[in-house]
């Protein structure tokens, strides 16, 4: 794999049975290759495999078939522990619904990850702190998530996507239940990360605005990607 590269997804098929028993083909042979820091979305219509993909790359899925590296690691080998593992090192996830846990508030939501990884330390509670400051929210560290804005929630989620710090973020619709200014501030707030850590960003979005603040877009249509631009390094 080249140096560059941090992402090969090559020829991948995904088939989900439906309520029915009918087997729908989501992706047909899709094929993706993203640079290291690299930012990337992906557009296309609901139900047409986006959230598919960022499922397979974050190794929270399996392909049919075809074959994904990342950061190095040919995701296909690894067992559900390595997988696991990998995910929790490697990979930060920010979702349409945020999936905080209701009953702590946000300097715990952030921690929990960091828990998991090392047990709890003073050290972390100081890192969680410097993250909710990262992302606007260090007033709010008391707070329970019931108790923010909408924005200030996908922020908080953010937060508790890249406290193990990831190498890559991957974004689901991550500004679809927020209104223009919320959407701006997340949308900012992604891409200071991609740009100040260098972390690998691929975004679903149905926001062209957003989208096209990306270093390369791509719609999906009928299970694989078309470039919609590219930049001269990696067309």
């Known amino acids: 794999m080249n140096r560059s590269e941090f992402i090969r997804a090559s020829s991948l098929h995904k088939r989900y049975r439906d309520g029915e028993g009918n087997i729908l083909h989501i992706l047909r042979g899709l094929d993706l290759t993203v640079a290291e820091g690299e930012s990337v979305s992906i557009m296309g219509a609901s139900g047409a ?3 598919t993909l ?14 994904i590296h990342l950061a190095g ?34 300097l715990e939501n952030v921690m929990m990850p960091m ?4 047990g ?3 050290a972390l509670h100081d890192e969680a702190r410097r993250l909710l400051s990262q992302v606007g929210l260090e007033k709010r560290a008391l707070h329970k ?30 500004t679809g239940n927020l209104d223009e200014d919320n959407a701006t501030r997340v949308a900012d707030l992604l891409l200071q990360l991609n ?31 078309h470039p919609i631009s590219s930049s001269p390094a990696h067309g």
């Open 145 to 174: 998530p019931a108790e923010l804005s909408g924005g200030e929630q996908q922020r908080l989620a953010i937060a508790r996507a890249i406290a193990n710090d990831p190498r890559i973020l991957l974004a689901d619709e991550p």
């Open 73 to 106: 690691v040919s995701l296909e080998t690894l067992n559900e522990e390595d997988q696991a593992s990998f995910r929790n090192r490697t990979v930060g996830f920010v979702f349409q619904f945020h999936h905080l846990l209701m009953d702590f508030n946000a």
């Open 120 to 122: 709890r330390t003073l």
């Open 54 to 67: 960022l499922h397979l790359l974050g190794a929270l899925d399996r392909a049919d078939s075809g074959s």
């Open 195 to 225: 740009r100040d850590r260098g972390l690998t960003l691929v975004l679903v979005t149905h926001n062209s605005k957003f989208a096209a603040r990306m270093s390369r877009q791509y719609m999906m249509e009928h299970g694989v990607l």
């Open 49 to 51: 495999g986006k959230s």
């Open 115 to 118: 828990w998991i990884k090392a």
